[in-house]
Protein backbone atom coordinates (compact mmCIF):
# COMPACT_ATOMS: atom_id res chain seq x y z
CA UNK A 1 0.00 0.00 0.00
CA UNK A 2 1.16 3.31 -0.95
CA UNK A 3 1.76 6.03 1.76
CA UNK A 4 -1.17 8.83 1.63
CA UNK A 5 -2.11 10.50 -1.45
CA UNK A 6 -3.67 13.67 -1.77
CA UNK A 7 -6.90 13.81 -3.98
CA UNK A 8 -6.88 10.34 -4.56
CA UNK A 9 -10.46 10.32 -3.10
CA UNK A 10 -13.45 11.77 -5.78
CA UNK A 11 -16.65 13.37 -4.28
CA UNK A 12 -18.22 10.43 -5.82
CA UNK A 13 -15.62 8.03 -3.93
CA UNK A 14 -16.60 9.21 -0.54
CA UNK A 15 -19.85 9.44 -0.69
CA UNK A 16 -19.42 5.80 -1.85
CA UNK A 17 -16.84 5.36 1.17
CA UNK A 18 -20.09 7.12 3.89
CA UNK A 19 -22.94 4.91 2.25
CA UNK A 20 -20.93 1.73 2.05
CA UNK A 21 -20.31 1.87 5.79
CA UNK A 22 -23.79 3.27 6.45
CA UNK A 23 -25.97 1.19 4.27
CA UNK A 24 -25.14 -2.01 5.70
CA UNK A 25 -25.31 -3.35 9.35
CA UNK A 26 -27.77 -0.15 9.71
CA UNK A 27 -30.33 -1.66 7.89
CA UNK A 28 -29.48 -5.28 7.86
CA UNK A 29 -28.84 -6.17 11.81
CA UNK A 30 -30.21 -2.81 13.24
CA UNK A 31 -33.62 -2.65 11.78
CA UNK A 32 -34.82 -5.62 14.18
CA UNK A 33 -33.26 -3.95 17.34
CA UNK A 34 -34.79 -0.54 16.40
CA UNK A 35 -38.16 -2.30 16.44
CA UNK A 36 -37.75 -4.12 19.29
CA UNK A 37 -37.33 -0.84 21.20
CA UNK A 38 -39.46 1.64 19.45
CA UNK A 39 -42.25 -1.17 18.24
CA UNK A 40 -44.62 -0.25 15.36
CA UNK A 41 -42.96 3.55 14.87
CA UNK A 42 -39.36 2.34 14.02
CA UNK A 43 -39.09 3.91 10.41
CA UNK A 44 -39.34 7.56 12.11
CA UNK A 45 -36.43 6.29 14.13
CA UNK A 46 -34.45 6.50 11.51
CA UNK A 47 -35.78 9.94 10.94
CA UNK A 48 -34.76 11.57 14.35
CA UNK A 49 -31.86 10.16 14.16
CA UNK A 50 -30.92 11.47 10.85
CA UNK A 51 -31.59 14.67 11.72
CA UNK A 52 -30.11 14.25 15.20
CA UNK A 53 -26.91 12.85 13.23
CA UNK A 54 -27.28 15.92 10.39
CA UNK A 55 -26.58 18.20 13.62
CA UNK A 56 -23.88 15.81 15.06
CA UNK A 57 -21.89 16.18 11.62
CA UNK A 58 -21.56 19.93 11.55
CA UNK A 59 -18.62 19.89 14.28
CA UNK A 60 -16.92 17.73 12.15
CA UNK A 61 -17.50 19.60 9.30
CA UNK A 62 -16.39 22.82 10.67
CA UNK A 63 -12.84 20.71 11.74
CA UNK A 64 -12.59 18.94 8.27
CA UNK A 65 -12.66 22.85 6.63
CA UNK A 66 -9.88 23.61 8.89
CA UNK A 67 -7.90 20.96 9.47
CA UNK A 68 -8.13 18.10 6.84
CA UNK A 69 -6.73 15.32 7.68
CA UNK A 70 -6.11 11.34 6.53
CA UNK A 71 -6.70 10.44 10.47
CA UNK A 72 -9.56 13.01 10.48
CA UNK A 73 -10.93 12.69 14.19
CA UNK A 74 -7.44 12.01 15.58
CA UNK A 75 -6.65 14.90 14.06
CA UNK A 76 -9.54 17.00 15.52
CA UNK A 77 -8.91 15.67 19.08
CA UNK A 78 -5.31 16.34 19.08
CA UNK A 79 -6.02 20.30 18.09
CA UNK A 80 -8.84 20.17 20.77
CA UNK A 81 -6.82 19.14 23.32
CA UNK A 82 -3.44 18.28 22.89
CA UNK A 83 -1.19 15.50 22.37
CA UNK A 84 -2.06 13.95 25.81
CA UNK A 85 -4.63 11.27 27.44
CA UNK A 86 -7.70 12.70 26.85
CA UNK A 87 -7.24 12.96 22.79
CA UNK A 88 -5.50 9.56 22.45
CA UNK A 89 -8.39 8.09 24.64
CA UNK A 90 -11.14 9.60 22.65
CA UNK A 91 -9.69 8.35 19.16
CA UNK A 92 -9.48 4.70 20.48
CA UNK A 93 -13.01 5.04 21.69
CA UNK A 94 -13.93 6.19 17.97
CA UNK A 95 -11.23 3.13 16.77
CA UNK A 96 -12.68 0.96 19.04
CA UNK A 97 -16.30 1.71 18.01
CA UNK A 98 -15.47 1.26 14.33
CA UNK A 99 -13.97 -1.71 14.75
CA UNK A 100 -16.74 -2.63 16.48
CA UNK A 101 -18.72 -2.04 13.55
CA UNK A 102 -17.07 -4.29 11.78
CA UNK A 103 -17.96 -7.27 14.01
CA UNK A 104 -21.87 -6.54 13.81
CA UNK A 105 -21.09 -5.92 9.97
CA UNK A 106 -19.21 -9.28 9.53
CA UNK A 107 -21.95 -11.20 12.19
CA UNK A 108 -24.09 -9.67 9.46
CA UNK A 109 -23.09 -11.51 6.98
CA UNK A 110 -22.55 -15.00 8.29
CA UNK A 111 -26.09 -14.32 9.42
CA UNK A 112 -27.53 -13.41 6.55
CA UNK A 113 -25.48 -15.89 4.22
CA UNK A 114 -26.76 -18.80 6.66
CA UNK A 115 -30.63 -18.35 5.53
CA UNK A 116 -29.57 -19.49 2.29
CA UNK A 117 -28.95 -23.29 4.31
CA UNK A 118 -31.26 -22.86 6.73
CA UNK A 119 -28.97 -22.74 9.00
CA UNK A 120 -29.31 -21.82 12.61
CA UNK A 121 -29.42 -18.38 13.69
CA UNK A 122 -26.69 -19.90 16.82
CA UNK A 123 -24.51 -21.39 14.30
CA UNK A 124 -20.88 -21.57 15.03
CA UNK A 125 -20.23 -20.85 11.29
CA UNK A 126 -21.81 -17.25 11.53
CA UNK A 127 -18.66 -15.88 13.12
CA UNK A 128 -16.64 -17.91 10.91
CA UNK A 129 -18.31 -16.60 7.73
CA UNK A 130 -17.55 -13.21 9.56
CA UNK A 131 -13.67 -13.90 9.91
CA UNK A 132 -13.55 -15.24 6.61
CA UNK A 133 -15.01 -11.57 5.34
CA UNK A 134 -12.58 -9.59 7.47
CA UNK A 135 -9.31 -11.27 6.06
CA UNK A 136 -10.89 -10.41 2.44
CA UNK A 137 -11.15 -7.09 3.34
CA UNK A 138 -7.32 -7.05 4.39
CA UNK A 139 -6.45 -8.18 0.93
CA UNK A 140 -8.35 -5.77 -0.75
CA UNK A 141 -7.35 -2.95 1.69
CA UNK A 142 -3.82 -3.56 0.46
CA UNK A 143 -4.19 -3.11 -3.00
CA UNK A 144 -4.82 0.96 -2.76
CA UNK A 145 -7.48 3.69 -2.76
CA UNK A 146 -7.98 3.70 -6.74
CA UNK A 147 -9.10 -0.12 -6.65
CA UNK A 148 -10.99 0.47 -3.33
CA UNK A 149 -13.21 3.89 -4.09
CA UNK A 150 -14.09 2.32 -7.21
CA UNK A 151 -15.28 -1.12 -5.59
CA UNK A 152 -17.02 0.36 -2.83
CA UNK A 153 -18.72 3.18 -5.52
CA UNK A 154 -19.75 0.71 -7.80
CA UNK A 155 -21.03 -1.88 -5.21
CA UNK A 156 -22.72 0.80 -3.39
CA UNK A 157 -24.91 2.04 -6.50
CA UNK A 158 -25.84 -2.06 -6.87
CA UNK A 159 -26.58 -2.28 -3.29
CA UNK A 160 -28.50 1.05 -3.23
CA UNK A 161 -30.39 -0.36 -6.64
CA UNK A 162 -31.47 -3.69 -5.50
CA UNK A 163 -32.43 -2.24 -1.86
CA UNK A 164 -34.69 0.12 -3.72
CA UNK A 165 -36.02 -2.85 -5.96
CA UNK A 166 -36.36 -5.00 -2.89
CA UNK A 167 -38.46 -2.23 -1.06
CA UNK A 168 -40.79 -1.32 -3.75
CA UNK A 169 -41.63 -4.89 -4.28
CA UNK A 170 -42.37 -5.16 -0.56
CA UNK A 171 -44.72 -2.18 -0.73
CA UNK A 172 -46.47 -3.05 -3.79
CA UNK A 173 -47.17 -6.22 -2.20
CA UNK A 174 -48.64 -4.57 0.98
CA UNK A 175 -50.13 -2.42 -1.53
CA UNK A 176 -48.67 0.85 -0.20
CA UNK A 177 -50.35 0.97 3.00
CA UNK A 178 -48.60 2.99 5.41
CA UNK A 179 -50.42 1.46 8.55
CA UNK A 180 -47.65 1.22 11.25
CA UNK A 181 -50.44 0.56 14.05
CA UNK A 182 -51.31 -2.38 12.46
CA UNK A 183 -48.29 -3.89 12.42
CA UNK A 184 -48.22 -4.30 16.53
CA UNK A 185 -49.27 -7.89 17.08
CA UNK A 186 -48.00 -8.73 20.74
CA UNK A 187 -45.61 -6.22 20.27
CA UNK A 188 -44.31 -4.66 23.23
CA UNK A 189 -45.67 -1.11 24.62
CA UNK A 190 -42.58 1.41 24.39
CA UNK A 191 -42.01 4.20 26.86
CA UNK A 192 -40.18 7.18 26.02
CA UNK A 193 -37.02 5.86 27.35
CA UNK A 194 -37.04 3.01 24.95
CA UNK A 195 -37.82 5.76 21.88
CA UNK A 196 -34.81 7.90 23.04
CA UNK A 197 -32.58 4.40 23.48
CA UNK A 198 -33.68 3.21 19.84
CA UNK A 199 -32.12 7.00 18.50
CA UNK A 200 -28.54 5.64 19.96
CA UNK A 201 -28.95 2.43 17.99
CA UNK A 202 -30.34 4.77 14.82
CA UNK A 203 -27.16 7.46 15.20
CA UNK A 204 -25.05 4.24 14.90
CA UNK A 205 -26.62 3.16 11.65
CA UNK A 206 -25.31 6.59 10.33
CA UNK A 207 -22.28 7.26 11.98
CA UNK A 208 -20.61 5.77 8.62
CA UNK A 209 -20.51 9.55 7.61
CA UNK A 210 -17.18 9.56 9.87
CA UNK A 211 -15.23 6.97 7.57
CA UNK A 212 -15.59 10.39 5.10
CA UNK A 213 -13.83 12.67 7.37
CA UNK A 214 -10.90 10.21 8.50
CA UNK A 215 -9.59 10.15 4.89
CA UNK A 216 -10.23 14.06 4.74
CA UNK A 217 -6.67 14.75 3.20
CA UNK A 218 -6.91 12.18 0.46
CA UNK A 219 -10.17 13.95 -0.88
CA UNK A 220 -10.67 16.44 -3.68
CA UNK A 221 -10.80 19.77 -2.23
CA UNK A 222 -11.25 18.35 1.14
CA UNK A 223 -12.43 21.80 2.68
CA UNK A 224 -15.36 21.58 0.38
CA UNK A 225 -16.40 18.00 -0.48
CA UNK A 226 -16.04 16.50 2.80
CA UNK A 227 -18.87 18.50 4.15
CA UNK A 228 -20.33 17.95 1.05
CA UNK A 229 -19.90 13.97 1.14
CA UNK A 230 -21.07 13.27 4.73
CA UNK A 231 -24.49 15.33 3.89
CA UNK A 232 -25.15 13.61 0.89
CA UNK A 233 -24.66 10.39 2.28
CA UNK A 234 -26.91 10.79 5.09
CA UNK A 235 -29.70 12.07 3.10
CA UNK A 236 -29.09 8.93 0.69
CA UNK A 237 -28.84 6.70 3.43
CA UNK A 238 -32.21 7.82 5.09
CA UNK A 239 -34.29 7.20 2.53
CA UNK A 240 -33.29 4.01 1.22
CA UNK A 241 -33.82 3.33 5.30
CA UNK A 242 -37.41 4.85 5.29
CA UNK A 243 -38.23 2.91 1.75
CA UNK A 244 -37.01 -0.20 3.38
CA UNK A 245 -38.65 0.12 6.93
CA UNK A 246 -42.31 0.55 5.02
CA UNK A 247 -41.45 -2.22 2.87
CA UNK A 248 -40.40 -4.51 5.82
CA UNK A 249 -43.72 -3.05 8.19
CA UNK A 250 -46.23 -4.12 5.09
CA UNK A 251 -44.92 -7.35 5.24
CA UNK A 252 -44.08 -8.40 8.45
CA UNK A 253 -45.75 -7.30 12.05
CA UNK A 254 -44.00 -5.84 14.74
CA UNK A 255 -43.26 -8.86 16.86
CA UNK A 256 -42.21 -10.63 13.35
CA UNK A 257 -39.75 -8.44 12.88
CA UNK A 258 -38.40 -8.96 16.58
CA UNK A 259 -38.76 -12.53 16.30
CA UNK A 260 -36.14 -12.10 13.02
CA UNK A 261 -34.52 -9.51 13.91
CA UNK A 262 -30.87 -10.40 13.34
CA UNK A 263 -32.35 -11.18 9.15
CA UNK A 264 -35.53 -9.00 9.46
CA UNK A 265 -34.84 -8.21 5.54
CA UNK A 266 -34.79 -11.62 4.53
CA UNK A 267 -37.91 -12.77 5.86
CA UNK A 268 -39.57 -9.74 4.63
CA UNK A 269 -38.61 -10.77 1.38
CA UNK A 270 -40.51 -13.83 1.17
CA UNK A 271 -44.17 -12.14 0.85
CA UNK A 272 -43.03 -10.27 -2.05
CA UNK A 273 -40.90 -12.34 -3.40
CA UNK A 274 -41.29 -15.97 -2.24
CA UNK A 275 -37.63 -18.31 -2.07
CA UNK A 276 -36.17 -15.60 -5.12
CA UNK A 277 -36.77 -12.80 -2.41
CA UNK A 278 -34.61 -14.74 0.04
CA UNK A 279 -31.80 -15.06 -2.43
CA UNK A 280 -32.17 -11.63 -3.57
CA UNK A 281 -32.12 -10.23 -0.32
CA UNK A 282 -29.15 -11.88 0.83
CA UNK A 283 -27.12 -11.48 -1.90
CA UNK A 284 -27.69 -7.97 -1.31
CA UNK A 285 -26.59 -8.22 2.39
CA UNK A 286 -23.59 -9.74 1.17
CA UNK A 287 -22.45 -7.21 -1.05
CA UNK A 288 -23.51 -4.69 1.77
CA UNK A 289 -21.41 -6.19 4.14
CA UNK A 290 -18.56 -6.60 2.05
CA UNK A 291 -18.44 -2.56 0.88
CA UNK A 292 -18.88 -1.60 4.49
CA UNK A 293 -15.94 -3.74 5.90
CA UNK A 294 -13.66 -2.50 3.40
CA UNK A 295 -14.54 1.02 3.87
CA UNK A 296 -14.26 1.05 7.14
CA UNK A 297 -11.18 -0.86 7.26
CA UNK A 298 -10.02 1.71 5.04
CA UNK A 299 -10.72 4.30 7.29
CA UNK A 300 -9.54 2.92 10.63
CA UNK A 301 -6.43 2.21 9.58
CA UNK A 302 -5.60 5.61 8.80
CA UNK A 303 -6.84 6.98 11.79
CA UNK A 304 -4.45 4.45 13.84
CA UNK A 305 -1.29 5.20 11.57
CA UNK A 306 -2.01 8.64 12.11
CA UNK A 307 -2.10 8.41 15.90
CA UNK A 308 1.29 5.87 15.57
CA UNK A 309 3.15 8.00 13.57
CA UNK A 310 1.99 11.13 16.19
CA UNK A 311 3.42 8.86 18.91
CA UNK A 312 0.16 8.78 20.51
CA UNK A 313 -1.01 5.41 21.28
CA UNK A 314 1.62 2.33 22.00
CA UNK A 315 3.54 0.92 18.58
CA UNK A 316 6.31 -0.80 17.13
CA UNK A 317 7.49 -1.19 13.60
CA UNK A 318 7.61 -5.12 13.51
CA UNK A 319 10.00 -4.79 10.15
CA UNK A 320 11.09 -1.23 8.42
CA UNK A 321 10.21 -2.66 4.91
CA UNK A 322 6.48 -2.57 6.27
CA UNK A 323 4.57 0.79 6.24
CA UNK A 324 2.75 1.89 9.44
CA UNK A 325 -0.38 1.76 7.52
CA UNK A 326 -0.07 -1.48 6.23
CA UNK A 327 0.79 -3.00 9.82
CA UNK A 328 -2.33 -0.87 10.88
CA UNK A 329 -4.35 -2.90 8.68
CA UNK A 330 -3.59 -6.14 10.37
CA UNK A 331 -4.24 -4.74 14.18
CA UNK A 332 -7.59 -3.50 13.33
CA UNK A 333 -8.86 -6.59 11.17
CA UNK A 334 -7.60 -8.12 14.25
CA UNK A 335 -9.43 -6.92 16.69
CA UNK A 336 -12.48 -7.33 14.45
CA UNK A 337 -11.83 -10.75 14.14
CA UNK A 338 -11.91 -11.49 18.00
CA UNK A 339 -15.12 -9.17 18.72
CA UNK A 340 -16.91 -11.01 15.82
CA UNK A 341 -16.05 -14.77 17.55
CA UNK A 342 -17.01 -13.10 21.05
CA UNK A 343 -19.92 -11.26 20.88
CA UNK A 344 -23.85 -11.36 19.78
CA UNK A 345 -24.97 -8.78 17.25
CA UNK A 346 -27.47 -6.99 19.96
CA UNK A 347 -24.62 -6.65 22.49
CA UNK A 348 -21.88 -5.41 19.69
CA UNK A 349 -24.44 -2.78 18.55
CA UNK A 350 -24.68 -1.70 21.99
CA UNK A 351 -20.93 -1.70 22.60
CA UNK A 352 -20.77 0.63 19.76
CA UNK A 353 -23.12 2.81 20.51
CA UNK A 354 -22.10 3.69 24.41
CA UNK A 355 -18.38 4.34 23.04
CA UNK A 356 -19.32 6.52 19.76
CA UNK A 357 -22.07 8.43 21.21
CA UNK A 358 -18.90 8.91 24.64
CA UNK A 359 -16.40 10.21 21.76
CA UNK A 360 -19.02 12.45 19.82
CA UNK A 361 -19.43 14.50 23.21
CA UNK A 362 -15.68 14.96 23.44
CA UNK A 363 -15.62 16.01 19.66
CA UNK A 364 -18.20 18.74 20.21
CA UNK A 365 -16.90 19.68 23.17
CA UNK A 366 -13.85 20.03 22.28
CA UNK A 367 -14.89 22.28 19.26
CA UNK A 368 -17.32 24.53 21.65
CA UNK A 369 -14.70 25.21 24.33
CA UNK A 370 -11.34 24.71 23.39
CA UNK A 371 -11.36 25.72 19.68
CA UNK A 372 -13.90 28.44 20.34
CA UNK A 373 -11.54 31.16 19.12
CA UNK A 374 -9.90 29.22 16.51
CA UNK A 375 -12.82 28.08 14.63
CA UNK A 376 -15.95 29.90 13.64
CA UNK A 377 -18.73 28.20 14.61
CA UNK A 378 -22.58 28.22 15.48
CA UNK A 379 -21.98 27.63 19.39
CA UNK A 380 -25.71 26.90 19.78
CA UNK A 381 -26.11 24.15 16.79
CA UNK A 382 -22.57 22.20 19.20
CA UNK A 383 -24.25 22.91 22.25
CA UNK A 384 -27.88 21.30 20.88
CA UNK A 385 -25.90 18.16 19.50
CA UNK A 386 -24.17 17.40 23.03
CA UNK A 387 -27.13 18.14 24.70
CA UNK A 388 -29.11 15.56 22.21
CA UNK A 389 -26.12 13.11 22.88
CA UNK A 390 -25.99 12.90 26.29
CA UNK A 391 -29.86 12.44 26.72
CA UNK A 392 -29.60 9.54 24.56
CA UNK A 393 -26.98 8.17 25.99
CA UNK A 394 -28.26 8.38 29.66
CA UNK A 395 -31.36 6.48 27.84
CA UNK A 396 -29.61 3.35 26.78
CA UNK A 397 -27.37 3.04 29.42
CA UNK A 398 -30.31 3.55 31.59
CA UNK A 399 -32.39 0.51 29.80
CA UNK A 400 -29.40 -1.75 29.42
CA UNK A 401 -28.50 -1.64 32.93
CA UNK A 402 -32.22 -3.04 33.63
CA UNK A 403 -31.55 -5.40 30.56
CA UNK A 404 -28.21 -6.26 29.87
CA UNK A 405 -26.05 -4.50 32.74
CA UNK A 406 -23.21 -6.52 31.68
CA UNK A 407 -22.79 -4.59 28.21
CA UNK A 408 -22.85 -1.18 30.32
CA UNK A 409 -19.79 -2.86 32.42
CA UNK A 410 -17.61 -3.94 29.55
CA UNK A 411 -18.26 -0.36 28.13
CA UNK A 412 -17.41 1.15 31.51
CA UNK A 413 -14.60 -1.00 31.48
CA UNK A 414 -12.90 -0.52 28.28
CA UNK A 415 -12.87 3.62 28.74
CA UNK A 416 -11.54 3.01 32.17
CA UNK A 417 -8.78 0.85 30.08
CA UNK A 418 -7.91 3.12 27.43
CA UNK A 419 -7.72 6.01 30.02
CA UNK A 420 -5.16 3.96 31.80
CA UNK A 421 -3.13 2.76 29.21
CA UNK A 422 -3.09 5.69 27.47
CA UNK A 423 -1.62 7.37 30.85
CA UNK A 424 1.16 5.12 31.65
CA UNK A 425 1.82 5.34 27.73
CA UNK A 426 2.53 8.99 28.12
CA UNK A 427 4.05 8.83 31.81
CA UNK A 428 6.46 6.43 30.48
CA UNK A 429 7.12 8.55 27.57
CA UNK A 430 7.46 11.81 28.97
CA UNK A 431 10.18 10.24 31.58
CA UNK A 432 11.96 8.66 28.47
CA UNK A 433 12.78 11.98 26.97
CA UNK A 434 13.43 13.59 30.55
CA UNK A 435 16.09 11.01 30.98
CA UNK A 436 17.46 11.39 27.44
CA UNK A 437 17.83 15.06 28.23
CA UNK A 438 19.17 14.37 31.52
CA UNK A 439 21.82 12.34 29.81
CA UNK A 440 22.79 14.94 27.16
CA UNK A 441 23.12 17.98 29.95
CA UNK A 442 25.68 15.90 31.55
CA UNK A 443 27.77 14.85 28.39
Known amino acids: ?15 GLGTGVMISAGIFALIGQITELSGSLFPFVFIIGSIVTAISSYSYIKFSQHYPSAGGIGKYLVKSYGKGVIASSAALMMILSMVINQSLVARTFGTYTMQLF ?25 SGNFFIQTFTSIMSFVKILGLLIFSFGG ?16 APDPSIMH ?14 FTTIT ?19 SIVISLIVYLVISFAVSGNLSVSEIIAHKDYALAEAAKPAFGNLGLWFTVILAIIATITAIIASVFAVSRLIAMLA ?27 AIIL ?16 YLTMDIVIHFGLVSKLKNEIDSKKTIIWTAIVLDIIILGAFIYLKITTDWLVVLVSILIIIGLLTMQKIFFYQQNKSKNDNNHKRNHE
Open 118 to 142: NGPTNSWIIPILGVSLLVFSLIVNL
Open 171 to 186: LYVSKFIFDLSGTSNA
Open 309 to 335: DMQMIPHKNINDKIRTQQQTLFYTVGL
Open 1 to 15: MKEYKEDSISLIGAI
Open 195 to 208: YIAALALSILAFKG
Open 214 to 232: NNGSEIKKPKVNVGRAIMI
Open 340 to 355: TILFDLTRIASLGAIL
